[in-house]
């Protein structure tokens, strides 16, 4: 998981490293995001608690896409 992210840049980033160890593994076919917004307990989603978006909706769609 790792600390939180500072802002919308660096979010994007480790988004697109995660997505990128996952998609570069032939013994993987697809993936899924099981937690759209962080708790209390978990910083990870894509919305924060407040359940606004990390990143703006189209990065995220780059980083996803890898585009």
Known sequence: ???KVVDESAF???LKGLIKAVV???EISGF???QLTDTYQEINGLY???RELK???EE???A???K
Do not use: S, W
């Open 48 to 50: 924060d608690f407040d």
């Open 12 to 14: 994007t980033e480790r």
């Open 1 to 3: 998981y790792g600390d």
């Open 60 to 62: 995220i769609r780059r």
């Open 24 to 26: 570069g593994r032939h």
């Open 55 to 57: 990143a703006d909706a």
């Open 64 to 66: 996803i896409l890898q």
């Open 32 to 34: 899924c995001v099981t």
